[in-house]
């Protein structure tokens, strides 16, 4: 079942997005080579908490961090850990959710450490569009499936591997509500969008294939053939003006 959120309900949740929104502008300005992804998940944490709202993610599922931080070829889930540092040449992906008043945000973005390469800065450009592309699609009367398929036009067409097995979701009350939002799809199927409805567009994308597998750790999700994987969200609201990104800092 689809939630509609009403006015008061999206206010709450504007501010749920904001926080997140702030936690990973803080976290793309304070990534640097040399530091462990566990240090950057405290200044997530420090951040969220402070602003009196709470972590979306931290013991979700037994999730133990505060953000997701996933380097290089990992696509997802990458759990904070002090024996992990980044390093110069990096792309890190970090998804943050906050929760307040009873609602959650969940933004993501994949920031480049220091000098990258060519493949990896046209990755980020091409993943991040693919999102607007997403977002631009979501209006009152559109349906899931064509902000599916404008990512998944987007990505293809330039020669990415659209990830298939983890896509976008509902959000609201909780971190994952109905619909799904695949990043891959038939434009003019699924779900149609009325005004209220919320949910998180987020391209996982990756250099080359779009095969994925697990690591032993149980969260970790890789690119199956070691490419470069990339990850742009934000949470949305569909309104009768367009959609508005709740996220936003
Ligand atoms: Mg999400």
Known sequence: ???????????????????SGRA?????????????????????????VGCGAKPSFLGYGGFPGSACISINDEVIHGIPSHKRRIAEGDIVSVDVGACINGFHGDTCATFAVGKVSDEAKKLLEVTEASLYEGIKAAQVGARIGDVSHAVEEYCVSR????????????????????????NYGKAGHGVRLVSGMTFCVEPMINVKGEGIRVLNDGWTVVTKDGSLSAHFEHAIAITPNGPVILTEP
């Open 24 to 48: 990973l502008k803080l976290a793309g300005e304070s990534i640097k080579a040399g530091m462990t992804t566990k240090a950057l998940d405290k200044i997530i944490h420090d951040y969220i």
């Open 159 to 182: 020669g990415y591997g659209v990830v298939r097995q983890y896509c976008g979701h509902g959000i609201g009350r909780e971190l994952h509500e109905s619909p799904e939002v695949p």
């Open 1 to 19: 079942m689809v939630s509609v959120k009403s006015s008061t309900d999206l206010a709450k949740m504007r501010e749920a997005g904001r926080i």
